[in-house]
């Protein structure tokens, strides 16, 4: 089986995490590790730049982030005794879910939700129901269950 696990930084991708790692996968499963860094937006690539660095510079430091990100999450599956990969793409996450999910022939993506509502959602979209929408596979959606 291969389970594409999307994560970024978020609450919300811990949950996807700890759910994955907690199954009993069948004998030959690969989890890859999937983070996305999105392209930084006019406003923020000015916060960046500030006549010391440039653009391109403030991508690798996120690339560089994101990486390192998968690589650590991917050590905890390695230690259940499932074979992991780590990948880092570049891109907007609705899109690169759905294309890596498709090139790499993943049978399940899982990802967490923010469970945002109303005029948040309306604003910032869904990525996990973008993903849901057009996935080519079966897409598993974690929800945080909040502490009160």
Known sequence: MRILLAVDHSKYSKAAIKEVAARPWPARSTVRVLSVVEPL?????????????????????????????????????????????????????????????TKWRADLIVLGSHGRTGLTRLLLGSVADSVVGNAPCSVEVVRRKDRR
């Open 41 to 101: 937006p006019p406003p923020a690539a000015e916060l960046w730049y500030d006549g010391q660095g440039s653009l391109d510079q403030a991508r690798k430091k996120l690339r560089k982030r994101a990486t390192e990100f998968v690589e650590r999450i991917a050590g905890k599956f390695k230690k259940k005794k499932i074979k992991v990969e780590a990948a880092v793409s570049d891109g907007h996450p609705r899109e690169v879910i759905v294309k890596e999910a």
